[in-house]
């Protein structure tokens, strides 16, 4: 029954918060109506009803009927997307910063929506040229729904002109191609591992494929190594089993020929190609764009941030970090300082979660309880203080005999939210593997419902589905997160066996229970979790003590 701000301090303070702490989230440098920051403007006199309604910044609506109201409250699920609350406003419209910024925060706190508004807020410099502006993002259907939404914010056609919005790895592939034209399509992962498999066995390595792709990945390319002294001389933390300088040695010779195999072949790998990108960039004094920001910055790899530091000059709202390594899905991790990206004094946390109920929430943080993570700027992240800004329906979990029947289940439920009037593409249903999302899209056409997969761009009509990785940064009001059994979730395939790299193999555990947290907090009003067979591990400390039974 608090008002809302109210309510803030006092959930804020009750969370283990200094006061110093809530005083600086969420009332000092709110902008005002003015342009001035509330911590240094001076006290107002009193003034009219309709003044103080501007100065309220969001937290009141003057409505005039209740027409008007059920307007505002059934108003499209996608003018939610782009909803801007007052305590993020004050980074999204905030002075020139001084050099790149932060802002990190758990999942639906807000940070791809500041990320739009910030660009929103300096495209309407009227000095800067069509495409000044490069809003980037790590996957390509994350980030055709960022340029989607940034339509819904901006409506001046000159103004959105001024933002290009593309997948990071197309940016980097027009740079490589002016250096390498002819270059062959770029080795995937999967087709990367065969060939580590071979050279193992030809160097007499006991080494697995897995081992020898991250080695290669995050130290060599990591760190641009490309002598064997460097590498005998590389720092490997975080890499797990310590390597002797013979063995590194004889790494080095695997991972030359491995490189040459490439070369020969005229074909790189991305972060090659991204690195390649960022040489061309740093050789060049004039800039492609005047201001970046970056989206869903946890899962770059160090390449990506060289060619980000060369993609703008070094000077005011430079680049603009919006990210949250509680959420990263990518084994790919990085120190911002070292890699020339300064943020220091310039960092902001978002706390109060404005997508996802507190019933939602409380569930999926409970399946990150005791996870450290690091903040990419050589520290550590936190839960401290993170929370839902409103009510809603408990989360369903439910175990079923075999996957018919729990396929049979989710049909259910989908139906039950479409006769509630919920729109089908405000709905999605994820799960580890494709195969199974395959099996409940045959089952939602024989039910005459629609669907449409989460990568396709081009049709966003129908009841999403897609896997967990394609769920990144979107949004649902109902989510169905299926298939959460043992051996899937985690995924056995995606885990290193502890007994070749302990590191690693909690590394790719971490990853996959990013994996889940992802998926569940993707719903604004309703989730369904469920399984058949064993349930994953990973939802133990989030089940209630009495979950729902498929077959009862």
Known sequence: MLPELQYDVLASLASGLSPETVEQELFQNLPRADGQNRSTAAPEATSTF????????????????????????????????????????????????????????????????????????????????????????????????????????????????????????????????????????PIERRDRLPRWQQLARRHHLDLPDSFLDQEWR??????????????????????????SLVLRDRLWAVFEEFTAQLRGENTWAFEEIVAEAARLLHKRDEKPYQHVIVDEAQDLHPAHWRMLRALVGEHEDDLFIAGDTYQRIYDNKV??????????????????????????LLRSTALLLGERVDDMDEGEENLVGYR????????????????????????????????????????AITSRRRHFGERAAEALAAAGISTSQLDDVATTGGVRIGTMHKMKGLEFRCVVVADVRAGIVPLTAAVTNPEVDPQQHQQDLQAERNLLFVACTRARDSLFVSWHGEPSTFLHPALPTEHTRGSR
């Open 50 to 185: 309709t003044e103080a309604m501007k100065r309220s910044q969001g937290y009141i609506v003057v409505v005039n009927d209740s027409k008007e109201l059920g307007d505002i409250l059934h108003r499209p699920f996608d003018r939610w997307r782009v909803f801007l609350h007052p305590t993020q406003q004050r980074i999204a419209e905030h002075p020139p910063y001084n050099g790149p910024t932060r802002v990190t925060g758990g999942p639906g706190t807000g940070k791809t929506v500041v990320a739009l508004h910030r660009a929103h807020h300096l495209a309407r410099n009227a000095q800067l040229v069509k495409n000044s502006i490069l809003l980037t993002t790590y996957t390509k259907n994350l980030a055709a729904e960022v340029a989607r939404n940034l339509s819904l914010l901006i409506t001046d056609p000159v103004v959105r002109g001024r933002i290009e919005v593309d997948n990071i790895d197309v940016i980097a592939h027009r740079y490589f191609q002016q250096l390498h034209p002819n270059s062959g399509d």
């Open 388 to 427: 839902s800004s409103f009510r809603g329906h408990q989360p369903e979990t439910a175990s079923f005999t075999d996957e018919a029947a729990e396929i049979a289940a989710i049909i259910r439920r989908v139906q039950h939210w479409l006769r509630q009037g919920i729109r089908p593409e405000t709905v």
């Open 335 to 360: 120190s911002l300082r070292s890699l020339g990206v300064r943020v220091t004094g310039r960092s902001t946390k978002l706390r109060i979660n404005y997508r996802t109920s507190r019933e939602i």
């Open 218 to 243: 995050q130290v060599v390319l990591g760190q641009q190594i490309t002598t064997a002294q460097q590498y005998r001389e590389a720092d490997r933390k975080g890499r797990g089993n310590r390597l």
